[in-house]
Protein backbone atom coordinates (compact mmCIF):
# COMPACT_ATOMS: atom_id res chain seq x y z
CA UNK A 1 0.00 0.00 0.00
CA UNK A 2 0.97 3.45 -0.40
CA UNK A 3 1.40 6.40 1.81
CA UNK A 4 -0.86 8.59 1.11
CA UNK A 5 -3.44 5.92 0.90
CA UNK A 6 -3.03 4.90 4.82
CA UNK A 7 -2.59 8.23 5.90
CA UNK A 8 -6.16 8.81 4.24
CA UNK A 9 -7.66 6.00 6.17
CA UNK A 10 -6.04 6.73 9.51
CA UNK A 11 -7.65 10.04 8.89
CA UNK A 12 -10.88 8.71 7.96
CA UNK A 13 -11.12 6.56 10.96
CA UNK A 14 -10.03 9.10 13.40
CA UNK A 15 -12.76 11.51 11.92
CA UNK A 16 -15.11 8.30 12.41
CA UNK A 17 -14.48 7.83 15.79
CA UNK A 18 -15.00 11.00 16.84
CA UNK A 19 -18.48 11.71 15.14
CA UNK A 20 -19.27 8.12 17.22
CA UNK A 21 -17.43 9.45 20.25
CA UNK A 22 -19.75 12.82 19.90
CA UNK A 23 -22.62 11.03 19.20
CA UNK A 24 -22.73 8.66 22.12
CA UNK A 25 -22.10 11.89 24.55
CA UNK A 26 -24.86 13.62 23.14
CA UNK A 27 -27.20 9.80 23.54
CA UNK A 28 -25.72 10.31 26.89
CA UNK A 29 -26.76 13.86 27.68
CA UNK A 30 -30.39 12.88 26.29
CA UNK A 31 -31.02 10.36 28.97
CA UNK A 32 -29.78 12.65 31.76
CA UNK A 33 -32.49 15.24 30.02
CA UNK A 34 -35.19 12.53 29.97
CA UNK A 35 -33.99 11.43 33.60
CA UNK A 36 -34.72 14.72 34.67
CA UNK A 37 -37.94 15.25 33.06
CA UNK A 38 -38.90 12.25 33.93
CA UNK A 39 -38.10 13.36 37.66
CA UNK A 40 -40.15 16.53 37.24
CA UNK A 41 -43.46 14.64 35.91
CA UNK A 42 -43.63 12.38 38.95
CA UNK A 43 -43.01 15.59 41.47
CA UNK A 44 -46.19 17.38 39.48
CA UNK A 45 -48.32 14.02 38.56
CA UNK A 46 -47.23 11.35 40.63
CA UNK A 47 -49.89 8.73 39.49
CA UNK A 48 -48.72 9.30 35.87
CA UNK A 49 -47.33 6.20 34.33
CA UNK A 50 -43.98 7.87 32.70
CA UNK A 51 -43.53 4.71 30.60
CA UNK A 52 -46.88 4.59 29.18
CA UNK A 53 -46.14 8.15 27.44
CA UNK A 54 -45.25 7.22 23.49
CA UNK A 55 -42.09 8.52 21.90
CA UNK A 56 -42.66 11.36 19.07
CA UNK A 57 -40.99 10.98 15.77
CA UNK A 58 -40.85 13.91 13.64
CA UNK A 59 -42.16 14.11 10.20
CA UNK A 60 -40.00 15.38 7.75
CA UNK A 61 -40.56 19.16 5.95
CA UNK A 62 -42.97 18.68 3.36
CA UNK A 63 -40.13 20.62 1.02
CA UNK A 64 -37.68 17.25 1.59
CA UNK A 65 -37.93 14.77 -1.11
CA UNK A 66 -38.41 10.83 -1.13
CA UNK A 67 -35.20 8.91 -2.24
CA UNK A 68 -34.84 9.62 -5.90
CA UNK A 69 -37.71 11.80 -6.71
CA UNK A 70 -35.31 14.71 -6.44
CA UNK A 71 -33.60 13.62 -9.55
CA UNK A 72 -36.59 11.98 -11.12
CA UNK A 73 -38.38 15.95 -11.19
CA UNK A 74 -35.35 17.59 -12.15
CA UNK A 75 -34.39 15.37 -14.83
CA UNK A 76 -37.97 15.53 -16.34
CA UNK A 77 -38.14 19.63 -16.00
CA UNK A 78 -34.79 19.45 -17.88
CA UNK A 79 -36.18 17.23 -20.73
CA UNK A 80 -39.05 19.34 -21.19
CA UNK A 81 -37.53 22.56 -21.26
CA UNK A 82 -36.92 23.75 -25.03
CA UNK A 83 -33.66 25.73 -23.59
CA UNK A 84 -31.24 25.11 -20.63
CA UNK A 85 -31.94 26.10 -17.53
CA UNK A 86 -30.20 27.44 -14.29
CA UNK A 87 -30.34 25.62 -11.01
CA UNK A 88 -32.95 28.18 -9.90
CA UNK A 89 -35.20 28.14 -12.46
CA UNK A 90 -35.38 24.48 -11.78
CA UNK A 91 -36.02 24.67 -8.22
CA UNK A 92 -38.77 27.60 -9.02
CA UNK A 93 -40.18 25.11 -11.35
CA UNK A 94 -40.28 22.55 -8.77
CA UNK A 95 -41.76 24.87 -5.91
CA UNK A 96 -44.54 25.16 -8.20
CA UNK A 97 -45.41 21.72 -9.25
CA UNK A 98 -45.09 20.93 -5.43
CA UNK A 99 -47.62 23.67 -4.56
CA UNK A 100 -45.60 25.22 -2.28
CA UNK A 101 -44.82 28.75 -0.95
CA UNK A 102 -42.04 30.24 -2.79
CA UNK A 103 -40.11 32.51 0.17
CA UNK A 104 -36.72 33.36 -0.68
CA UNK A 105 -35.71 31.33 1.88
CA UNK A 106 -37.33 28.06 0.16
CA UNK A 107 -36.16 28.90 -3.18
CA UNK A 108 -32.45 29.27 -2.00
CA UNK A 109 -32.71 25.79 0.08
CA UNK A 110 -34.67 24.04 -3.27
CA UNK A 111 -31.84 25.70 -5.41
CA UNK A 112 -28.82 24.29 -3.23
CA UNK A 113 -30.26 20.56 -3.26
CA UNK A 114 -30.81 21.18 -7.09
CA UNK A 115 -27.42 22.01 -7.89
CA UNK A 116 -26.11 19.33 -5.58
CA UNK A 117 -28.08 17.01 -7.85
CA UNK A 118 -27.45 18.33 -10.75
CA UNK A 119 -23.87 18.05 -9.87
CA UNK A 120 -24.27 14.43 -8.93
CA UNK A 121 -26.45 13.68 -11.98
CA UNK A 122 -23.18 15.19 -14.15
CA UNK A 123 -20.72 12.88 -12.85
CA UNK A 124 -22.87 10.48 -13.95
CA UNK A 125 -22.90 12.00 -17.42
CA UNK A 126 -26.94 12.42 -17.61
CA UNK A 127 -26.61 16.55 -17.85
CA UNK A 128 -24.05 18.31 -18.80
CA UNK A 129 -23.36 22.32 -18.52
CA UNK A 130 -23.29 23.46 -22.44
CA UNK A 131 -20.97 26.22 -23.29
CA UNK A 132 -21.03 29.13 -20.72
CA UNK A 133 -21.03 32.39 -21.52
CA UNK A 134 -19.04 34.94 -19.47
CA UNK A 135 -20.76 36.17 -16.36
CA UNK A 136 -24.05 34.13 -16.59
CA UNK A 137 -25.68 31.57 -14.35
CA UNK A 138 -24.09 27.68 -15.05
CA UNK A 139 -26.85 26.47 -16.91
CA UNK A 140 -27.93 22.81 -17.53
CA UNK A 141 -29.51 20.48 -19.39
CA UNK A 142 -29.75 16.89 -20.12
CA UNK A 143 -27.37 14.72 -22.22
CA UNK A 144 -28.77 13.47 -25.46
Known sequence: MTDYMVTGLVKRRAALAGD???????????ARDLETLDAAIKLVAPDLEIEAIAPKF??????????????RQVLSILRTSTKPLTARE????????RGLAATPKLVNLMTRRV??????????????NPDARAGVWMEWEVVR
Open 90 to 97: IASRMIVD
Open 115 to 128: STCLRDRREQGLVR
Open 20 to 30: MKRAQEALSQM
Open 58 to 71: TKPPEDWSRRGEMS
